[in-house]
């Protein structure tokens, strides 16, 4: 039986507290870095729902893949299972930077022209809180929240691969030189 001790009492207040700090560390340099890509998918945060199911549709499949590979390929090719398991989730902390950044531009305050990262700041502090519920914050709200990072950055590249796709202009037929009629020229005489 496991006594409740200052060692165990600390083990699970610094380890809450690195979960904290990451997640925001992830959000204010995802922001810092990708600020237009960090807005984007804030702006794909108008459908939560949509977003969400997206990113657990997206998530759950290489997950899965990258397990099965951890378990079958010899050790000197595990890491490839876990590149596959970890690409989205680190897709989804940089889409959720715009979940934070979503939260932080509803919380305004003088300043955040001239400081941005504030917005993020105050948007993961609050985001981050909601992991501290015991077990629907860890369990629940921490993978769902990924998920949907997740979908907001696939929704926000797939829209930017649309954007940068030179368009192609329609074939028309070629256009002949001419030059005009002697009598169509300013200041001359016909004769």
Known sequence: ????????????????????????????????????????CATQYRRPIVVTLLGLLAMVVPIALGTVLLNVLPPALK??????IFAPILGGLLGTAGLALRIGQ???????????????????????????????????????????????????????????????LPQSEPVQASTPALSSLPGQATS
């Open 79 to 84: 890491w490839i299972g876990l590149l596959i």
């Open 106 to 168: 509803g919380m305004p305050a003088p300043g955040d022209e001239h400081q941005p990262w504030k917005r993020a700041m105050r948007g993961g502090t609050a985001l981050a809180l909601t992991f501290l519920l015991p077990i629907l914050g860890q369990i629940l709200a921490i993978p769902l929240i990924l998920a949907s990072g997740l979908g907001a950055s696939l929704l926000t590249w797939s829209a930017r691969r649309k954007a940068t796709k030179p368009p192609t």
């Open 1 to 40: 039986m496991d006594y409740i001790t200052t060692a165990n009492v600390l083990l699970w207040f610094f380890l809450t507290l690195g979960f904290f700090l990451v997640f925001l560390s992830h959000w204010l340099v995802a922001v810092s870095l990708f600020p237009d890509y960090v807005e984007k």
